[in-house]
């Protein structure tokens, strides 16, 4: 048992002890004295909070990593390295490039937000990132945005005597070992293996397992639920695999939503396109593939991609391994196939076409209130399978925000095969689609809002996909 770990922050090596293992990190670091980092809303929407943690890219390399404090617990970081607002300039005389740039263009005016946008344009600005998307999870209510893209617009590249680009050069994260912490009865376990995630999970039938703690962070502080054990799924690297074939592409689901970004950018355009729609870069950073299919939410924004993309999960247990396919993944409101002790440990998505088919035509939507940052209304992933006839060999089209599970509109889909891929074609499978939901209505649209589109979208893509038939079918 350990009572205590460390965690480094700005360069100083602090002791934790004595706090709840679901502590977060910007409680521990408010109530350590680094009250630079401010508190919006407690459940990732406004980046106030936001700090940078050094961690891997996907380049084996170290990185400054923009995450919400809010939501991580601090037991997640033992041993970890974070910079905080107090910490980015190490001569107490000159600002940081990105606190000047923000000052020279009125980038602040209350300046609750400003800590929040200066790490996550510090992080960004040594990965030669700092553009709009890297303060798309950071609010402002007061100085309008304007002036704070122009102070990213103008950072240009770190100079080679920067002392942060020296520090990463030299940063030794430390060999991630297997540990844990306990407090008051209470436990945060860091396996190294799925053989002890199994061992962890038999016995204690109420631990819950915990990726980049998105999801739970918001359990944790918006409902305050408890959770007397924590198995973190964070350090291992059987969960972070990333195999590349001509066949399919299968990817750890322990793989953060970022590196899946970068690493799997151009094989799927359905993917890559619900990704940039997805939370924020701080959120994605933490986020994973397996978090997102376990949470198992009505409105998760990647299950309609997989289900759509034909893809399958490999769940592992201390019995061995099975396969399921996505679309029989979720068996009710947030229930799923998992059974108690397993875990996702892998998802694949083909690549091959089915046979007779000649060309593929795929493509994710998601409608929300706002562009980024935001949950989806209704999100849908369209594939469609044509012949070298323009006929329908194979058709998925998959939703979220329509059902209280993720879904596919089968019976649509049954209808489309055979089918040539016309207008009118896909005019009556939106005809179709609009009346094969029954939606629930909510803060964020009507049952009505939502049926609308589950047809709407379909008729976007084939437009999309088609210009050339429509331009056609309208002349003729
Ligand atoms: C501000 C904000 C914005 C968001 N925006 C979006 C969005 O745009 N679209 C969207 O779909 N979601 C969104 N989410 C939800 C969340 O970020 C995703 O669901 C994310 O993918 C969860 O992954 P995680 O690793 O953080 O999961 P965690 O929070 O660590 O875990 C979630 C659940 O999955 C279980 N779990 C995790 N990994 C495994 C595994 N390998 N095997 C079995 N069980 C596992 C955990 O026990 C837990 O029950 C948002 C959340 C926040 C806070
Ligand atoms: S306090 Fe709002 S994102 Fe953390
Ligand atoms: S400066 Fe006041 S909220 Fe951004």
Redesign the pocket.
Known sequence: MSATFTITINGIQETVQGVPPTTTL?EFLRSSGWVGT?????????????VAVVGEGTDGKAHYTAV????VPVAALADRQVITVEGVTRDAKALHPVQEAMVQTGGSQCGYCTP?FIMSLFAAYYDGKADDHAVE?N?CRCTGYLPIRKAAASLGAPKASDPFVAALQTAQETAPADSYYEYAGNRFHHPLTLSEVFGLLEAHPQARLIAGGTDLGVEINKFHRAFPVLVSLERLQELKSFEDTPEYLEVGAGVTLSHLMARAHGIFPAFDEMLYWFAAR?IRNRATLGGNLANASPIGDLPPVLMSLGADLKLASQTGERWVSVSDFFTGYRQTLLQPGEVIASIRIPKTLPEGASRRLSQSYKVGKRGTDDISIVAATFTIDLDAQERVVQARLAYGGVAATPVRALEVEAWLIGRPWTLHTAQEAARALRQTFRPLSDVRGTADYRLALTGNLFEKFFVEFSPQVISQEVNA
């Open positions: 910007l401010k508190e919006g809303c407690a459940e990732g929407d406004c980046g106030a909070c936001t919400n404090s809010c939501l929040g999870g609010l701080q």
